[in-house]
């Protein structure tokens, strides 16, 4: 099992910055990836991003790439995810995920994980 708890959110203007946390417990060496969903109000949960457990790959969706970047501490146990030039668009509960297995392709569908956070709000203003 892996409990996950996110932090970090919060009101910011378009343009400015946040960063999200995702604290892991439990058996999280078990997830050889961990991402980031988000979901707005009247859609379906989408993906934004995902890092492998040893940090050095990260995939993102296309509407965040070059403005998001995801890392994580294994020491901490902590995934972050760093949000700069943000859009009113971006407005979203934002969660984090667990793979439940070591094993895998890269995780981009929300079907590929197993662990969910409570999730964080995240609200941009304009």
């Known amino acids: 099992q892996v409990q996950l708890v996110e932090s970090g959110g919060g009101l910011v203007q378009a343009g400015g910055s946040l960063r999200l946390s995702c604290a892991a417990s439990?058996?999280?060496?078990?997830?050889?990836?961990m991402g980031w969903f988000r979901q707005a109000p009247g859609k379906e949960r989408e993906f934004v991003g995902t890092?492998?457990?040893?940090?050095?790959?990260?995939y993102y969706a296309d509407s965040v790439k070059g403005r998001f970047t995801i890392s994580r501490d294994n020491a901490k146990n902590t995934m972050y995810l760093q949000m700069n030039s943000l859009k009113p668009e971006d407005t979203a509960v934002y969660y984090c995920?667990?793979?439940?297995?070591?094993?895998?392709?890269?995780?981009?569908?929300?079907?590929?994980?197993?662990?969910w956070g409570q999730g964080t709000q995240v609200t941009v203003s304009s």
């Open positions: 995920a667990a793979r439940g297995r070591s094993w895998g392709p890269v995780a981009f569908s929300l079907n590929d994980y197993d662990y």
């Open positions: 439990g058996r999280t060496f078990s997830s050889n990836f």
């Open positions: 890092i492998t457990w040893s940090g050095g790959s990260t």
